[in-house]
């Protein structure tokens, strides 16, 4: 990416993108579909067996490095949410029948457009922004050790915002209203120009962090440079995603690929310095805990995050290893767990609140690209002119340095369902599995971190490039993006603008941008 700073064309109608709601569809259409035996309730039975070997033992939250910690920030996973809940939306979607994905609607515009953000803009919603343009902040939070921070909006209890979803654990809740002030600060440095212009600085700025930022974290840097001419995204090099029109929505993306978050998650995080702010991402069923992470509702006395604590905005230290009572420890910036194949025990029963029938999200997913008819993971890869992962390199567990045999077991996917997965891995499985193959040792931005870089597995040749060629072409199919307006731009700090920079930058902080 070019280091020119450009200022975004003035006088756009970019309340909302040109794109309309699209629709789900394949990108690898002759591939057949993946079954796992005879009928629907051996199918639903063999991915039950997969499922229940996806998820971990129980492991509470902790202070302190982990073995599962990757060397991305913690952030990253919810922003990942956040980005999925701009770009795709299905409310209609049911396990209960198979379903052809040609059918689906996506109610969310297939573009980084922000709509989750800004909704249908002040027009439509008044109630979400004063007479300036900017957005309304609900009530000031308060947390140990951060000196300002706010809720959402709320009418009794619920979020007035462009997305319910950003409201649905206290983390992407807290960030969407970092966005809020992001849009709020803009304005307020550029008060001159009108609503649409500060919104599409704004885009810009997200956009540019989920290209040059976000993108390199979590996909291999191999796959990304041959999507690339001269050092720049290149439309020329799509080889899998097309579309005749506008963009759409593939399943093979939205059901399997970009559920790579689901592995990043941990037990649990540390919100701010008190004592009580170590939470469960959601309540113990067997203990009910109402201090969860769970959100759609207002946030509790105490909660305000310390931004420090799960991206990058200062240096902390990286703490020591089973030391609970190391004072760094409790400081320390969370990173996230390592993209593989299993996911933390918290996600094995969700609360009724979050989804019900199956409970586990593991099988949820797996269930629900099976309905959706995706082909294996072997199928796809060999569409893709990779050669497909062997069954030995298929392993289900924790993509730890040193596997404990009894606490970490590496289960073999032909073993699973008497063989249901040999040769046939459910694409999520094995796009998750791709990506152990792929780890590389990433420094991590903490004073005392291992000199030689955290082990960091990610997203490889088939799901980093459905992945990034999914970013990729909603961009270039979006006349009002920055990849289609201006793909040399960068924001005025610099080439090196990252999410930490815009976190910064909604706290108050650095200098204005334009």
């Known amino acids: 990416m070019s280091s020119r700073h450009a200022t975004p064309p003035r006088g756009l109608n970019a309340t909302r993108s040109p794109l309309s709601q699209g629709r789900f569809g394949r990108m690898f259409r002759t591939l057949t579909p993946a079954t796992f035996g005879p009928s629907e309730a051996d199918n639903i039975a063999n991915l039950a067996a997969l499922a229940d070997n996806m998820v971990g033992d129980f492991d509470p939250p902790k202070d302190g490095p982990d073995a599962e910690e990757s060397a991305i920030p913690a952030l990253y996973t919810y922003f990942g949410q956040f980005v999925d809940h701009d770009i795709t939306f299905d409310p209609v979607s049911s396990l209960a029948k198979q379903q052809d994905p040609d059918g689906l609607i996506d109610f969310r515009t297939p573009s980084f457009d922000l709509d989750n953000l800004y909704g249908r803009g002040p027009n439509d919603q008044p109630y979400m922004y004063d007479s300036n343009g900017k957005f ?19 009418f009794r209890g619920r979020a007035l915002i462009g997305d319910p979803r950003n409201d649905e654990n206290s983390i992407v809740s807290q960030f969407q209203g970092l966005m809020l002030r992001f849009h709020n600060r803009m304005v307020d440095d550029n008060d001159t120009y009108s609503f649409q212009d500060v ?31 001269g050092g720049r995204y290149d439309r020329g090099k799509l080889a899998y995603y097309h579309w005749h029109t506008y963009p759409y929505m593939p399943v093979e993306f939205s059901v399997a690929a970009y559920r790579l978050g689901h592995s990043m998650i941990r037990p649990g995080y540390r919100l701010n310095d008190a004592d009580n702010m170590l939470l469960q991402i959601f309540p ?32 902390r230290a990286y703490g020591v290893e089973d030391d609970s009572t190391n004072p760094d420890n409790k400081r320390r910036l969370q990173l996230a767990y390592r993209i593989d194949t299993s996911l933390v025990d918290p996600l094995r029963r969700l609360p009724p609140e979050v989804a019900s029938n199956p409970a586990s999200l593991a099988l949820r997913n797996l269930e629900r690209g099976w309905r959706l008819g995706l082909p294996s993971g072997q199928a796809v890869a060999r569409a893709m002119h990779q050669t497909p992962l062997t069954d030995e390199q298929i392993k289900i567990g924790r993509a730890v340095d040193n596997p404990d045999p009894a606490n970490d077991p590496q289960v073999p996917i032909a ?62 199919g979006d006349a009002s993006s920055v990849l289609s307006l201006d793909p040399n731009w960068a924001p005025v700090t610099g080439p090196d603008f990252k999410l930490k920079d815009l976190v910064t930058y909604a706290l108050g902080q650095g200098v204005p941008l334009h």
Request: overall charge neutral; charged content about 15%; some cysteine.
């Open 415 to 476: 073993s699973i369902a008497n063989g249901a997965f040999k040769g046939n891995c459910p694409l999520w499985t094995y796009i998750l599995a791709e990506a152990r193959q792929f780890a590389t040792k990433i420094p991590v931005p903490a004073t005392g971190a291992p000199a030689a870089g955290i082990t960091t597995p990610q997203l490889g040749p088939v799901g980093g490039r459905i992945v990034a060629e999914v970013f990729l072409g909603m961009m270039f």
């Open 136 to 154: 309304l902040v609900g009530d000031p939070l308060t947390g140990t050790g951060v000196p300002s921070a706010f809720d959402l909006p709320r």
């Open 199 to 229: 919104q599409q600085r704004v885009r810009f700025h997200y956009q540019y962090v989920v290209l040059n930022d976000f993108l390199p974290r979590i996909v291999n840097a191999t796959v990304l440079d041959d999507l690339k001419t």
């Open 284 to 315: 113990d069923p067997n203990n009910p805990d109402n201090n969860a992470l769970t959100g759609f509702r207002s946030m509790g006395p105490g909660r305000a995050i310390d931004w420090g604590r799960f991206i990058d905005v200062d240096t």
